[in-house]
């Protein structure tokens, strides 16, 4: 197994997930995959939906295919990545942001990369269904014990390591 976005392969261990672990190459298969690629094209895929859907909203159909144009995978990687590991929307869109910077005008640069951000949640959201369950279902619980308990998550990894 290669380290292919380690937090999304280890919430596709945990929630069983089987199209979350082909996509981050836990589960063999005969070619790797390219996990930020997958999830571009899941978004793409949206994007295109949303321009030939937006007939009368002219200013989302001209953002929509800014972000078309310009978005790569090298522009949704460290986003994508650091999901797993509690990013949020408006970090994921200052990431994009100075991701996108110098490609498109400034005053594009906000509306763009939360356009484009917009998408990536939704394409992962939608592939890993079990995964985000579980990364939220843990993070309502982490938050539920430090702040109602008074007290850390405390765990033993399946190697035998302690965590917290």
Not at 15 to 30: Q, Y
Not at 146 to 151: D, E, F, P, Q, T
């Given at each position: 197994m290669d380290g292919t976005c380690n937090g999304f392969q280890h919430y596709s261990a945990m929630?069983?997930?089987?199209?979350?672990?082909?996509?981050?190459?836990?589960?063999?298969?005969?070619r790797p995959s390219d996990f930020y690629q997958s999830i571009l094209d899941s978004a793409l895929k949206l994007m295109d939906e949303d321009i030939a859907a937006e007939g009368a909203n002219f200013e989302k159909l001209r953002v929509a295919k800014i972000a078309r144009?310009?978005?790569?995978r090298s522009i949704v990687k460290r986003?994508?990545?650091?999901?797993?590991y509690g990013l949020s929307v408006r970090g994921a869109v200052d990431i994009c942001r100075n991701n996108l910077?110098?490609?498109i005008s400034s005053a594009d640069l906000t509306p763009v990369a939360q356009y484009i951000i917009r998408n990536l949640f939704s394409s992962i959201n939608?592939?890993?269904?079990?995964?985000?369950a579980i990364k939220q279902w843990l993070a309502g619980y982490n938050r539920y014990c430090?702040?109602?308990?008074?007290?850390p998550i405390e765990y033993i990894s399946p190697m035998g390591f302690p965590g917290r």
């Open positions: 929630g069983r997930d089987t199209i979350g672990a082909i996509f981050t190459n836990v589960l063999p298969t005969e144009k310009v978005v790569t986003p994508v990545m650091a999901i797993p910077h110098g490609k939608s592939t890993f269904r079990n995964s985000m430090s702040s109602k308990l008074g007290v």
